[in-house]
């Protein structure tokens, strides 16, 4: 049998094809990067009411009440203020959910304190369309579009059963 040697190749690494993609690579994932900001609101657990007679009653305690099929907007001293039902394509009228909570503002412009209840499994999304239309109103009064705050002291909470709230 012959066996036949061989002699190891002393090969030098070509590194210049990886550098050449790092050179195209790097600008090109810069460039494409996506650069975000990250935003922090306060949100508090509500008060269960706390002790008797310490604080003076306040005029509302606005309770903003999210379920799948309606939104019930109550005050927690008095009862349910107005229930708003769906839109015609079957999702929560976020739009109609502002304009009403307006019209509470102008009744109480000093309330600044709100506290959204959602029902169990509701969505993240519901929950940051809610917090928006609860928080800030668009107005037009100045020929440009400008936001003004509604109740922007939020509080997050769990819903009551909906059964006997329709």
Do not use: C, W
């Not at 939104?71 to 839109?87: E, I, M, S």
Request: glycine share 6%; proline share 7%; no cysteine.
């Amino acid at each position: 049998m012959l066996s036949r040697s061989k002699k190891p190749a002393s090969e030098e690494l070509n590194l210049i094809p990886f550098l050449n993609l790092m050179v195209i690579l790097i600008p090109y994932l810069l460039l494409n990067a996506v650069f975000s900001q990250v935003a922090v609101l306060q949100v508090s657990m509500p008060n269960t009411g706390g002790a008797a007679g310490e604080e003076a009653k306040k005029p509302l305690v606005l309770e903003v009440m999210v379920y799948k099929d309606h939104f019930l907007v109550a005050d927690r001293q008095t009862g349910p203020l107005k229930t708003l039902p769906v839109t015609a394509k079957g999702d929560l009228d976020y739009k109609m959910l502002n304009e009403y909570l307006h019209s509470v503002k102008t009744q109480y412009p000093t309330i600044t304190e709100a506290s959204i209840l959602l029902e169990q499994d509701t969505s993240y999304d519901k929950l940051i369309h809610t917090m928006d239309a609860v928080r800030i109103v668009t107005s037009n009064a100045s020929g440009k579009p400008a936001k003004y705050a509604l109740f922007p002291d939020v509080s997050i909470g769990d819903a009551p059963p909906a059964g006997g709230d329709k």
